[in-house]
């Protein structure tokens, strides 16, 4: 889904930015608790937008790159990047990502209706409102259902989900289109915010902001990126700029309590390779779930505070090796290699590995793809259509898409192609099944 800007606020950490200033704001302060005692886990370089994506053909010309450092808050253990860039740089209203076309992401919405429905049911006349709500896909379950919707979308996918039937609102997520929707439709029932949350700057005044829109008996549904995930399965490729914060439940609640609200169910989905769904509601309202103390347990449990980062950092570097290695070897045997979906995470990927033209020979994107025709950024690759695949084979398909490749491989095989597989992460391996 897309990110949005935040409300203004007085109180929120000082590493506020205003869309469209086109200026990057180093974190001095965590963006949670403020506190200044941020410890370095991990550095990937300089990376570009990875969405910024050139028109084959055109040339080569000056691309910004924006250091990709991990900290993480020793107060707090919130785990975030240390660059706040502009978001009208990384979500320009062309921003080319469509949720629709993920098969995962289209089963995890509607499965989220349905948990909605059975844990917190829903009257025809509440209000659902999904913050960043990118093509409406999100919202087409409730819709169907009968209830009322409204997206809130900054980018031109706004007006592809009102031709489909979702009402939205062109506009970041600021006061201007709180009042908006609540003028037209009044307070939300419920309001959701799937991997968006954690890309939004001053989490504080965003929370404040949902609160505004939100009924008294509403509920805040939020999906992001979960921290231990991305340390077990060595996620690496999932930091980039869209991503201020990775949450784990102990920062996320330390978030949401501050401001009013609790969480109340808390779930592991299995979405973009790890992500975890957390209910809130305010205080009191509603019953607390045994998943919650479970989840924190958990983390507890996995030491997310220290050894398991220090331990992640030098996996990442290791992992790194090891797909160099592996890539020399099929070089030095003459093999050519494509890659298999342009998903922002590989834009990480080629990046802190290294990868360029002469090493992946053309990116492949399923039919209708927003990506096709263009650079994966900050290089010459092409993304092409997906037929290449199999009208001129390589000996091996990298899939950048490597947390689905237990899906990916028997349809790629189904559709004819008998080359390997490679998958980088978190252990770099040859499939030839």
């Not at 342009?342 to 990046?351: C, G, K, N, Q």
């Not at 490597?402 to 028997?410: C, F, T, Y």
């Amino acid at each position: 889904m897309t990110p949005t800007a935040s409300v203004p606020s007085t109180s929120a950490p000082e590493t506020r930015l205003t869309a469209g200033t086109g200026t990057s704001i180093p974190v001095e302060r965590c963006q949670v608790c403020s506190g200044t005692d941020l410890e370095s886990v991990l550095f990937l370089g300089y990376l570009p937008p990875v969405n910024h994506m050139r028109p084959i053909g055109s040339r080569p010309r000056e691309e910004a790159g924006y250091p990709a450092e991990l900290l993480q808050c020793r107060a707090c253990a919130l785990v975030q990047l240390g660059l706040i860039v502009d978001p009208s740089i990384l979500f320009p209203p062309e921003y080319p990502y469509t949720s629709g076309t993920t098969r995962i992401l289209r089963e995890n919405f509607a499965e989220m209706y349905r948990e909605v429905s059975e844990l917190y049911p829903m009257k025809p006349e509440h209000l659902a409102v999904d913050i960043g709500s990118n093509d409406g896909t999100l919202l087409s379950n409730f819709k169907n259902a009968g209830h009322r919707v409204c997206g809130i979308e900054p980018t031109l996918m706004a007006k592809l989900a009102q031709e489909r039937g979702i009402e939205s609102v062109m506009s970041f997520f600021n006061t201007g289109s709180v009042a908006e929707v609540k003028k037209r439709f009044g307070q939300a029932r419920v309001i959701t915010a799937t991997n968006v949350f954690a890309h939004i700057e001053q989490p504080h005044a965003v929370v404040r902001g949902i609160l505004d829109l939100l009924e008294p008996q509403g509920i805040f549904i939020s999906e992001s990126h979960y921290l231990p995930a991305l340390i077990e399965t060595l996620q690496y490729d999932t930091i980039y700029h869209e991503h201020l914060r990775y949450y784990s439940l102990t920062s996320l609640k330390h978030l949401l309590e501050t401001n009013g609200l609790e969480i109340i169910h808390a779930k592991e989905i299995p979405t973009h390779g790890g992500s975890v769904r957390v209910y809130a509601a305010r205080k009191g309202v509603y019953a607390v779930r045994p998943s919650v103390t479970a989840l924190m347990q958990r983390e507890e449990k996995m030491g997310i505070r220290d050894r398991a980062l220090k331990d992640f950092k030098k996996r990442v570097v290791a992992s790194k090796l090891e797909l160099h290695a592996l890539l020399a070897g099929i070089q030095q045997r003459g093999g050519r290699i494509y890659g298999i979906g342009a998903p922002s995470r590989a834009s990480t990927l080629v990046h802190y590995a290294g990868l360029d033209d002469g090493i992946i020979e053309s990116v492949l994107e399923v039919k209708g793809s927003y990506k096709t025709g263009k650079y994966m950024p900050g290089t010459l690759i092409p993304v092409e259509d997906e037929t290449r695949l199999f009208t001129d084979p390589p000996d091996y398909a990298l899939l950048f898409s490597w947390h689905i490749a237990d899906e990916l491989m028997p349809k790629l095989r189904a559709k004819g192609f008998r080359g390997g597989f490679i998958i980088p992460l978190p252990k770099p391996r040859i499939v030839n099944d």
